[in-house]
């Protein structure tokens, strides 16, 4: 009997005063029976329109469906044919702009709560005592993936499932990209990350750490040393600042740096010799989940007044609604419809506030969204002592400044067409480094199109 409940089952989660002060991940997952409650609400729709919206094809209403009936297991098992990062997924894809997006339930109330179950499937068999993969028969060939992100790591894990040898060319001293150095703890759990790549190498994917291609080694070099394509998953790590006066000041920082001095280097931790300036007052200026991660961060490392400095008004903040919703929750106040114009410094050189001007919507930009403009006369300070930036970041161009014949548009992203071939024969592309900063889904999406491409290409070459 199907649940007609309009309203999803409700995710445990940590109390927002008791959450603020930690890093322990903030929702707590469904139980069996929550899970399977939820699953209920399915129609199982006879077009599938839920899958229509995942970049990935997860074959929805399947997994639902075994999940109502208590098969965990094959739940897990029909995600994973499209999808190697279920449990990742199910906590930071935007849902509500892809599967649930699509689902029918959310005519009249709320859509399924696709990516709780998701999340559910993978928690509980990451639980249980995990087989060892079986090793596929090598094909004789071999791969080099740049980069081991979203997009790197589902192109290495199609391809190795075909019996190609993959090597993963990480420049970080672990792989994961975005997963590890980007999203906080409070949101996706790094042992959990860990897994899904230990998981990888047990298939025979090789990944080889602090390896900067384009200065260890470059892409000519790779092919020269007998790949027959690589992958380039790079991502866009390059932070951009806003370029107005103070951003040199100390204080200042962009939220990669911020995030990656906290994620990935445990800047949280007293025993880590990683610190995180220490701060009483926070501007976050940005307005999308790498701003709120940002902001929800600076709260946990202790700053009592944490402000989210944004020019557009709430309705156009590209955050998720659940982000938004949890760092209000936790006591971050939103100035919307703000610009900051200077940065102010002490007689140390350390930011001391921040000048801002406030700001109106005007005319809808080439994007669809109303172009915030300058209200004359409405300069304010704004008494901070740390600005982190989040306006967005660009590819770096060490990839394409070091191999030849690599197309790149205006804004240094790699041109790859629908087969994510670049310019140069037997080089692909995907994720970030193509698109810009986008969402994880999408990069893996990429990297499961130039799996099945670079296949073809190593086939008839």
């Given at each position: ?50 899958v229509s919206g995942c970049p990935v094809g997860v074959r929805i209403p399947e997994f639902i469906e075994q999940i109502a009936q208590g098969n965990f297991k094959a ?387």
């Open positions: 009997m199907p649940n007609m409940s309009l309203n999803k089952v409700p995710m445990p989660e940590q109390e927002p005063s008791v959450r603020a002060a930690n890093f322990k991940e903030v929702t707590l997952g469904y139980t069996k029976e929550m899970a399977m409650e939820e699953a209920q609400r399915c129609l199982n729709c006879k077009n599938k329109p839920c739940a897990y098992d029909i995600i994973k044919t499209t999808n190697g990062l279920p449990a990742v997924c199910g906590r930071v894809c935007p849902q509500e702009n892809q599967c649930e997006g699509k689902c029918v339930r959310g005519i009249k109330g709320e859509p399924v709560a696709i990516g709780r179950l998701e999340r559910f499937a993978a928690d509980y068999m990451l639980a249980q005592t995990q087989e060892t993969p079986e090793l596929t028969v090598s094909n004789g060939h071999k791969v080099a993936i740049v980069g081991g992100g979203p997009s790197g790591l589902t192109c290495a894990a199609d391809l190795a499932k075909l019996g190609y040898k993959v090597t993963i060319f990480e420049a970080f001293h672990t792989a994961g990209g975005v997963l590890m150095y980007g999203i906080p703890e409070f949101r996706l759990p790094k042992d959990i990350v860990q897994k899904e790549i230990d998981a990888l190498k047990a298939m025979g994917v090789e990944i080889m750490t602090n390896m900067v291609i384009g200065k260890v080694l470059s892409v000519d070099e790779l092919i020269e040393m007998g790949y027959e394509a690589v992958f380039i998953g790079s991502g866009a790590g390059l932070p951009r600042f806003m370029g107005i006066e103070g951003e040199a000041l100390i204080g200042v920082c962009s939220a990669n740096e911020y995030l990656t001095r906290i994620n990935l280097m445990k800047g949280y931790l007293d025993e880590y010799d990683t610190p995180v300036l220490k701060s009483k007052a926070v501007a976050v200026v940005g307005g999308g989940n790498v701003a709120m991660d940002a902001a929800r961060s600076a709260k946990r490392m202790g700053a009592e007044n944490v402000y989210i400095v944004y020019r557009r008004s709430e309705s156009e903040m590209p955050a998720r609604l659940e982000e938004v919703h949890h760092a209000k929750e936790e006591g971050i106040e939103f100035l919307t419809l703000n610009n900051p114009i200077k940065i102010l410094g002490d007689e140390n050189g350390r930011v001391r506030a921040m000048e801002c001007v406030k700001m109106k919507l005007g005319s809808p930009d080439e994007s669809g969204r109303r172009s915030p403009v300058e209200i004359i006369g409405s300069n304010f300070e704004l008494d901070v002592d740390t600005v982190i930036m989040s306006i967005g970041t660009s590819p770096n161009p060490l990839i394409r400044t070091t191999t030849k014949g690599l197309e790149v548009n205006k804004r240094g992203c790699l041109i790859v067409n629908e087969d994510m071939l670049t310019s140069r024969e037997g080089v692909y592309a995907g994720g970030d480094a193509v698109t810009g900063a986008a969402t994880v889904i999408l990069a893996m999406g990429s990297g499961k199109t130039a799996a099945k491409s670079i296949d073809e290409y190593i086939k008839t070459k």
